[in-house]
């Protein structure tokens, strides 16, 4: 669920640069936080199935 809450922000950061009011390496920063968020997902207990309680 909260990777789906990054596609927003490539896709605005993907239009920025297909206009050219942004850089390319604003592509570079959402794929590090995108990476980020998904590593703080997984990195995290409980919620992935594993049926601690």
């Not at 794929?31 to 409980?46: H, K, W, Y």
């Amino acid at each position: 669920m909260m990777i789906v809450c990054c596609i927003p922000m490539l896709a605005i950061a993907g239009l920025l640069v297909l206009t050219g009011v942004a850089g390319s390496s604003i592509i570079v920063a959402t794929l590090l936080c995108t990476a980020m968020m998904a590593a703080m997902m997984f990195a995290m207990p409980g919620g992935h199935g594993g049926g601690h309680k």
